[in-house]
């Protein structure tokens, strides 16, 4: 039965809205810049590589070298498409995502109930809250029903406040929590005229910390800069001292330090996030940062509800024990009038508005098996869930003040409140574990009589009579046990953290394929006792049942005190705090209330724990190709730097074998490469099969970086044999460039196959298709056959034609400085 909504609230009309919203626009905050693309541009302009080009440029023009000023300024605007391409790529992903976590929000309008996108509300709405929702707006109640709300986020004050809009205060304020009840109210400000708004952005919008991996890289690039700088007053000197050319020397320094910059990382590190995100929002994985992506990958520990994640949330009653007959029903008898009453007070001990669906089971049930009272009676009272372990009661009445007060919640808080003996109790208990074994859900049912509106303040004041207990089942999801198994192979643990009883949740975990071989533990069983206590617990067990919102958060804290990263799955108002505090809070977005997401990094939109599984899946992709598009570019870069440094320090005949055109043209060929390309690389066969990395390593550990360096080594060895090869056989400094320049081009291309794994062979690599990477390197090929072979770019370049058996011989020379790699990842499977 929906909550009927008072025939007076009517709300707005469509000309009313648009009115309105002329008049006070969107309920925006606005709380960050918008990144525009003039700002895009803007800060292109800032980086180093373009700041190196313009001087250059510059350079070019001031000498009269107007063909390369013009190549240079073309470069210009070569780079900075890219990077326009790369961030406006990551902006539009990030803006898709921020879309799609904006809250919806329900409004009166034209008397019909709406949900619309929360920038939509309007001063004058009639706004619905409920409970677990965020309110998006201030305003005034107009109606209520057992309304509270918790307003610490403005106020610090924990608990929380019951209003309606007789009180002296009958105000809401965006950003309060819905703790229970229902409640209208008449929006008066919205957007930056909020009071949250007012107080200002800070509470908002607080900077995002970096992360790992942000932080390494940014001490990575900061690094090579400072190299840079020092290989460019090397190299200035050098050559000035040896020619007393000023001009020259600056154009030997500048292209030294484009050969050094590796401008490409940060870019690249944006884009494969933000993308990551994009890509995980397709597969209906919503990513609150895109950073987050990183830390995926990192899980070690699961942290799981069982309701709606493990199990199928369909809550099929399937008996009812009544108290008084000592009897168990089954679904063919509960038309039966012997628990007519039973079934009735089940049904009144839940929401009028059922949203959960044993409540919606109840109500049903009640339709289908007695006269429908639920048109006479008004609730005038309710206690919240609440209680360790929970329990709620509902009061209703009707125009005769006839009273009912039906209570429900976990057996044992209903048994603890019911006038039973001692005897009875033990009975009650041997029952409930009988059929939690069989992995039943089981709620205790109860009612009181109470005259006078003098209401105990706990529910528990109530002298209860025990009616009896409803039993549901809620199987387990189909591949539940193939979700759990590719867990377990990703060296992933799994705790399951839930409300329910341990013999429940003993059954439905052996059901599901949970690897468990520890006893349950409780909520109460956890709080109060030392960290040290505390981390023992969290680390040995792998069921905790009768969990309460504070139990929930010192697992959590207790195995992040452990060392492990945590992913926290919840959907409930109390699952909150342990969401926040764990490193990846998982909200579900069918079931999960408005609190869960907000406090969630990521939201699983249909409650799919296979879901989390592509996540962490992506999260290791990702990361693992960011350490390839690094490597390469290490393993790349030291052969320009070493090709562009070692003829002029060593004294060869031909000391400037390159100059900043040729070095900018290798730039626009491993930018693509490196921050498109490599993104674009499929995950390989073998990465959820691996043990998490651990987040505190190393981007790069000194292994990984001296295989890079060594990479780069002998790659800089075939260019420099080629350079002699061809000064021995008599070729002018044209011919040299071009066939250095060739051999160091089709290393790049080599090298950007031979690097797509780093444990199997680039044959087993092409079977993971990059469509991209064939692409980029068909265009390198295209581009370097006109720098041969069109005279006039050839001569721009200052190269000549090659030979057919030349261009083999540069071919024959990067294949053996690259594919050497293929036979040390052939020793390290042999090994493995």
Known sequence: MPYQIPGHLIGLTEEEVDASRKKYG??????????TGLKIILDILKEPMLILLFVISFIYVFVGLYEEATF?????????????????????????????????????????????????????????TEEGNMINADGSIVHSNDFSVNESSLTGESLSV?????????????????????????????????????????????????????????????LMAIVGV?????????KYYETRDIVASLLNGLTMAMSVLPEEIPVAFTTFMAIGAWKLMKEGII????????????????????????????????????????????????????????????????????????????????????EDR????????????????????????NEQNERIIAAKGAPEAIIAVSNLRDKEKEKIRERIIDLGRNGYRILGVAKAYFNGSNFPEKQQEFHFDFLGLVVFYDPPKKGIQDVFRKIYDAGIKVKVITGDNS????????????????????????????????????????????????????????????????????????????????????????????????????????DDLAKLITGIAAGRRIYTN????????????????????LPLFLGWIYPQIFTPVHVIFLELVMGPTCSIVYESEPMEKNAMNELPRIITDTFLNWRELIISIIQGLIITAGILFIYQLTVQNGGNEEKTRAMVFTTLIFSNIILSFANRSFYYSIITSFRNRNHLLVIVTLLTILLLLILLYVHAVSQFFRVVSLSLHELFLALLVATVSVLWFEVYKWIKRIRN
């Open 26 to 35: 969107y309920n925006r905050l606005e709380t960050t810049k918008k990144n």
């Open 72 to 128: 240079m300024f073309a470069a210009i605007i070569a780079v900075s498409g890219i990077s326009f391409y790369q961030d406006n790529r990551s902006k539009k992903a990030l803006e898709a995502l921020e879309k799609l976590n904006e809250p919806l929000s329900k409004v009166i309008r034209n008397s019909i109930v709406l949900k619309i996108p929360t920038h939509e509300i309007v001063v004058g709405d009639l706004c619905i």
């Open 162 to 222: 019951f209003k309606d809009s007789k009180s002296e205060d009958n105000k809401l304020y965006r950003g309060t929590i819905t703790v229970s009840g229902l409640a209208v109210f008449r929006v008066t400000e919205i957007g930056k005229e909020t009071r949250i708004g007012k107080i200002g952005t800070s509470i908002l919008n607080i900077k995002e910390e970096s992360s790992p991996l942000q932080i390494q890289i940014r001490k990575f690039v900061r």
């Open 230 to 238: 020092i290989i460019f007053s090397m190299v200035c000197v050098f």
């Open 287 to 370: 990513v609150k940062r895109s950073s987050i992506v990183e830390t995926l990958g990192s899980t070690t520990i699961i942290c799981t509800d069982k309701t709606g994640t493990i199990t199928q949330n369909s809550m099929q009653l399937k008996y009812l024990y009544a108290y008084r007959n000592d009897r168990l029903f089954n679904e063919n008898e509960f038309s039966s009038e012997e628990i007519n009453q039973l079934i009735e007070y089940a049904m009144w001990s839940s929401e009028p508005a059922p949203f959960d669906p044993m409540e919606k089971t109840l109500h049903r049930v009640y339709e289908n098996t007695q």
């Open 374 to 397: 639920r048109k006479d009676f008004k609730l005038i009272h309710e206690y919240p869930l609440d209680g360790k372990p929970p329990m709620m009661t509902h009061i209703f009445e």
């Open 503 to 606: 013999d429940t949740t003993l059954a439905i975990a052996s059901q599901a394929g949970i690897i468990n071989d520890a006893p349950p533990v409780s909520g109460d069983e956890i709080i109060g006792v030392p960290e040290k206590e505390q981390a023992k617990i969290a680390e040995r067990t792998v069921l905790f049942t009768r969990m309460f919102p504070e139990a929930k958060l010192d697992v959590v804290n207790a195995l992040k005190n452990n060392g492990e990263v945590v992913a926290m799955l919840g959907d409930g108002v109390n699952d909150g705090p342990a969401l926040k505090a764990a490193h990846i809070g998982v909200a579900m977005g069918h079931k999960g209330t408005e609190i869960a997401k907000a406090a969630a990094s990521l939201v699983i939109t249909n």
């Open 626 to 645: 960011i350490k390839k598009a690094v490597q390469y570019i290490i393993s790349i870069h030291i052969p320009i730097i070493l090709t562009v440094s």
